[in-house]
């Protein structure tokens, strides 16, 4: 079964940019969960999806978002990109909703902002 | 607010030898759950365990280990024996009403195994 994976990789943009980052499940998999995980905050949730319903959101400006596709995919958009928005984005996905049942994560993008 | 603590930011070991990463929690919750996830250089979280709060049985997988006590809100993980392929960034996690059901970490314990 192939795993969680996450595209693009690696990414540098300039301030007040935008982008997004894409993340395709497990097969079968209906639940994607988004993390930032940064050397000062840590890892910290910003938000679940499930069946293409935003079923959670962590503490994030409005200036994060996603979505969830009907094939379980999920985008997360970051408008007016900011230096502090520098991080590593993990996606994981579940196969039940929420994220207190085991979570399977993607390598990551590396977002870089200049 | 929930809140999870691991005070050893980093531990450093010989090969072989045992090692205890610490993990203390704190909720207003009856009904949570605790993990713990493992971080490798390469980046990619791995699930390692997850306990309910009503279950306090102490388990083991092989090499690891878990001693969850919640008189002492601790959810402790032990490595046995450990090994050079161990050393990653283990992370503790805890979830419940409290925190909205969101996941909540620990900042990380980086365990460095020394051939």
């Known amino acids: 079964k192939a795993g969680v994976t996450q595209t693009p990789r690696y990414l540098i943009k300039t301030r007040g940019q935008q982008v997004t980052l894409s993340c395709s499940p497990i097969?079968?998999?209906?639940?994607v969960s988004w993390y930032q995980q940064t050397p000062g905050q840590g890892l910290q949730f910003l938000f679940e999806y499930f069946s293409e319903t935003q079923r959670n959101k962590g503490n994030f400006p409005g200036r994060f978002s996603g979505r969830q596709f009907s094939n379980s995919r999920s985008e997360m958009n970051v408008s007016t990109l900011e230096l502090g928005d520098s991080a590593l984005y993990l996606c994981?996905?579940?196969?039940?909703?929420?994220?207190?049942?085991?979570?399977?994560f993607g390598p990551g993008t590396r977002l870089t902002v200049t | 607010a929930q809140k999870v603590t691991q005070a050893q930011t980093e531990i450093s070991v010989v090969e072989k030898e045992d090692v205890t990463l610490d993990c203390v929690y704190e909720t207003r919750d009856t009904t949570y759950y605790l993990f713990w996830y493992k971080q490798p250089p390469s980046g990619e979280l791995v699930f390692l365990i997850r306990?309910?709060?009503?279950d306090e049985q102490n388990e083991i997988s092989g090499r690891y280990s878990w001693n969850f006590q919640k008189s002492t809100s601790s959810f402790n993980f032990t490595i046995t024996a450990s090994q050079v392929v161990d050393s990653a960034v283990y992370f503790c996690?805890?979830?419940?009403?409290?925190?909205?059901?969101?996941?909540?970490w620990g900042a990380g314990t980086k365990l460095i195994i020394k051939p």
């Open positions: 306990r309910n709060s009503f």
């Open positions: 097969s079968g998999h209906r639940s």
């Open positions: 994981a996905s579940s196969s039940m909703a929420g994220v207190t049942y085991e979570q399977y």
């Open positions: 996690a805890l979830s419940g009403r409290d925190s909205n059901y969101q996941l909540i």
